[in-house]
């Protein structure tokens, strides 16, 4: 399985470990790095985020300041080109558990 870095430039915000698959995503452990506190409240926001978004209003208002921070996924093997955040892949994070599609 794959892991990736998640970076905020030079700066580790997390490690993913992928262990496993739910359809369309890939399941991770998710572990904090340095970064982690300065986007964890962002991370939290949008893991909390359930139900119905009929126009994707809400969708928006959490996922744009995520993007907006330029995070990137690095496999850890150097094997691919990293991914950006919400171009490239998605990820969810919730806790010590990570969504991870791309």
Same mark, same amino acid.
């Given at each position: ?33 340095? +970064? ?5 409240? /962002? @991370? ?12 994707? =209003? $809400? ?18 093997? +150097? ?5 950006? /955040? @919400? ?12 969504? =991870? $599609?791309?």
């Amino acid at each position: 399985m794959t892991r990736w870095q998640l970076l905020q430039g030079d700066v580790l915000v997390g490690e993913l470990s992928e262990y496993g698959c739910d359809q369309s995503f890939f399941l991770a452990r998710f572990s904090p790095g340095p +970064g982690w506190e300065s986007v964890r409240p /962002l @991370f939290e926001a949008w893991a909390a985020c359930r139900g119905p978004d009929p126009d994707g =209003l $809400r969708f928006v208002a959490l996922a744009k300041p995520l993007q907006d921070l330029g995070l990137t996924l690095a496999p850890v093997d +150097g094997q691919q080109t990293p991914l950006r /955040l @919400f171009k490239d892949c998605m990820v969810r994070i919730d806790g010590a558990e990570a969504r =991870l $599609r791309y």
